[in-house]
C-alpha cells in the first residue's frame, strides 16, 4: 500500500475511534425501549459524608444505574466539588455520571470552561439548569456577563460541547416562577429545541400530576423522554418539607397515611416506600421512560425499592 493509502486509512481509522469514543452511553440508552434507572447524589461537604456517598454509591451499583447524577451547589460553590465527586463516581463506581451546571454565579466565559472540564474528565452527559438563588436571597439574579434562563444554557452547551447529552428539569406542577403552567411548558419546549435530548421532573407525590405533565407536553410538541423523578419521604414533617421547596401537592390519601403513622415512632418510614414503590410501579407499567430517584445520599429507600421492583419483574439486568 502507498504512504497516501496508509495515512488515509489511519486517518479514517482514528476518526472512526473519535466516533466511538464520543458516543454518550446515555445517549444510547435514552433511545432504547426499557426503562432507564437513574439516582442523583450531591456533593458531600465533610470527609464522613464523602465517605458515605461512595459506599452508598458502591451499594447501588448492585442495581445497575444507568447513570448518576452529582447536584450543582447554588452560587457556582459547587464548582470544584460537582466536578470532583463526579470523578470519582466514575472512577471508583463505574458510574455513567450526569453532572449538573447551573447559570448562578457564572459568567458566559466560566460556563465554557466549565463544560470544557467536564468534557475533558470523559463526562459526556450535563443537567443544564438555571439553578436557585444562593440562600438568603429570594430572587434569581443572573450574572452581569452570564445567562439567565436554562435555555440559554443548554445553546451554550450544544455551541461548546456539540456531542453532549443534555438533560433539563420539568415541572409537573408548574414551575415556582412562572405565571401559568402554559408559558412554563413553552420555555420548557424551547429549552428542547435549543439541544436538550431529555427531561427529568421535579418530585412528586402523585402520578396523575405526571401523566397529565406528559399529555401537554406531547400536545405542545416536545417529544424527547420526560423521566419522573421521585423521592421516598421518610416522614409527614419531612414530605410536608419536600413539598414546600418544590411547590408539590401532597396526596390527602398519603398525607393521611403518614400522620397516622407519626403517632408511632418508626412506621412512617416503610408507609414512605410503600407509596414510592406504588407511584414507581404504576410509572412503569403505563409506559414511562424509567425513574430517576432523589436519594438524598442515603441508599436505604432505592435498594427497598428495587428490591419491590425486581421481584414484581422490572429491571432484572
Ligand atoms: C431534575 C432537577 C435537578 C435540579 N438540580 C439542581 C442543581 O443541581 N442545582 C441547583 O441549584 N438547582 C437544581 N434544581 C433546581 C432548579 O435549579 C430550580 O428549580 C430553578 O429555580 C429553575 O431551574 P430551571 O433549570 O428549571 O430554570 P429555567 O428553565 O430557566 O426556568 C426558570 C423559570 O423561568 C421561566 N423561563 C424559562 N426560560 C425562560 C425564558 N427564556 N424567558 C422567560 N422565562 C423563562 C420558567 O418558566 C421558570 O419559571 C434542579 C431541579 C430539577 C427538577
Known amino acids: 500500500m502507498s504512504k497516501n493509502g496508509r495515512e488515509f486509512y489511519r486517518s479514517f481509522y482514528l476518526s472512526y475511534i473519535d466516533t466511538i469514543m464520543s458516543i454518550s452511553p446515555l445517549k444510547e440508552r435514552l433511545e432504547s425501549p426499557s426503562a432507564l434507572f437513574s439516582i442523583e447524589f450531591f456533593p458531600p461537604k465533610s470527609d464522613a459524608a464523602a465517605t458515605q456517598l461512595l459506599s452508598v454509591a458502591k451499594e447501588l451499583t448492585a442495581y445497575v444505574p444507568d447513570f448518576a447524577s452529582i447536584t450543582y451547589g447554588a452560587g457556582g460553590s459547587s464548582r470544584t466539588r460537582t466536578l470532583k465527586y463526579a470523578h470519582k463516581l466514575k472512577e471508583n463506581c463505574g458510574y ?18 466549565i463544560i470544557e472540564e467536564f468534557r475533558e474528565a470523559g463526562l459526556s452527559q450535563i443537567m443544564a439548569l438555571r439553578g436557585d438563588p444562593p440562600s438568603g436571597e429570594t430572587d434569581f439574579k443572573p450574572h452581569p456577563n452570564g445567562l439567565s434562563h436554562a435555555n440559554e444554557l443548554v445553546q451554550l452547551i450544544r455551541k461548546v460541547y456539540p456531542e453532549c447529552t443534555i438533560g433539563v428539569a420539568g415541572y409537573p406542577e408548574t414551575h415556582a416562577e412562572a405565571p401559568s403552567a402554559e408559558v412554563d411548558l413553552l420555555h420548557l419546549k424551547r429549552k428542547v429545541d435549543n439541544g436538550a435530548d431529555f427531561i427529568t421532573t421535579q ?15 406531547r400536545q405542545a410538541g416536545i417529544t424527547v423522554p420526560i423521566i419522573p423523578g421521585l423521592m421516598c419521604a421518610k416522614s409527614l414533617k419531612q414530605a410536608k418539607r419536600f413539598c414546600k421547596m418544590g411547590g408539590t401537592s401532597l396526596p390527602a390519601e398519603f398525607e393521611a397515611r403518614l400522620l397516622a403513622a407519626s403517632e408511632n415512632s418508626g412506621a412512617s418510614k416503610p408507609i414512605g416506600i410503600d407509596w414510592m414503590y406504588a407511584q414507581a410501579l404504576e410509572l412503569l407499567e403505563r409506559g414511562a421512560p424509567g425513574l430517576h430517584l432523589y436519594i438524598l445520599n442515603q441508599a436505604g429507600p432505592a435498594v427497598a425499592l428495587m428490591k419491590k421492583l425486581h421481584a414484581a419483574g422490572f429491571y432484572q439486568r
Open 96 to 113: 455513567t455520571v450526569l453532572p449538573h451546571l447551573t447559570c448562578v454565579g457564572h459568567s458566559i466565559k466560566e460556563l465554557e470552561e
Open 203 to 217: 418530585l412528586f407525590f402523585d402520578n396523575a400530576v405526571y401523566f397529565d405533565f406528559v399529555k401537554r407536553a
